[in-house]
């Protein structure tokens, strides 16, 4: 009875000493800065209000030499997140997608957001879109957020969604203000050829040159 009894005590005390072994293990939540900043000349190119998306390695959201889904091309060509908060939410595989506070984000400007991750969904996948085009856009394709962060630039992309007629009746920027009107074109994604002077845009006035964004993104 006695070995018994102390088997128990020893047992007990055993278990006492792992549980705040256990606690003290790292938690899987984490929390990010990301700070966008707009690198295209001044006037040209606003940034449209940016989707984040959260994912694990499972999920695609969007990728060069891919066809641009419906929600990936709304955001491309008319700056509108509603189709891709609705469909990506219910993307196996994402755990969380919402649009960065603050409106759009003008040349030379920066605009800070919170992102949090947690255990396998720690991809992070990102657009916005160059409002004075027909369908260009910059951002991350699931980018693997670890350590305490990075910092990297990004170029722009044509969704493939849209020709680029750079004409002022298809294009929703502040340039020309015509949402929801499309020219479809049906190609892949891929790097954007920039302003060209094909259409009624000047390139001297809404072109660029190398890299549109930068994304700062800092482990809190």
């Not at 006037?43 to 940016?50: D, F, I, V």
Request: negative net charge; glycine residues 10%; hydrophobic residues 40%.
């Amino acid at each position: 009875m006695r070995r018994l009894v102390f088997g128990a005590l020893v047992a007990f005390a055993v278990a006492a000493f792992m549980i705040p072994a256990a606690a003290s293990q790292p938690s899987s939540h984490r929390t990010w800065d990301v700070t966008i900043t707009n690198l295209t000349p001044p006037g040209s190119q606003p940034l449209s209000p940016p989707l984040f998306v959260v994912h694990s390695n499972g999920a695609q959201i969007w990728s060069p030499g891919q066809i641009a889904t419906h929600p990936v091309a709304a955001i491309a060509e008319d700056a509108n997140n509603a189709p891709a908060e609705s469909a990506f939410s219910q993307l196996q595989g994402v755990s969380d997608v919402f649009t960065g506070a603050g409106g759009a984000i003008p040349p030379g400007a920066s605009k800070t957001y919170t992102v949090r991750t947690s255990g396998k969904f720690d991809r992070l996948s990102l657009l916005s879109m160059l409002v004075n085009t027909n369908d260009g856009f910059t951002g991350l394709d699931s980018l693997h957020l670890r350590g305490n962060g990075t910092t990297l630039e990004t170029m722009a992309y044509d969704a493939g969604s849209e020709r680029n007629n750079e004409l002022t009746g298809f294009i929703p920027g502040p340039c020309c203000n015509h949402p929801f009107v499309r020219d479809p074109e049906g190609d892949l994604i891929r790097m954007h050829e920039g302003i060209t002077g094909r259409g009624d845009l000047d390139p001297a006035v809404y072109g660029w040159h190398g890299p549109v964004a930068k994304i700062e993104i800092e482990r809190n």
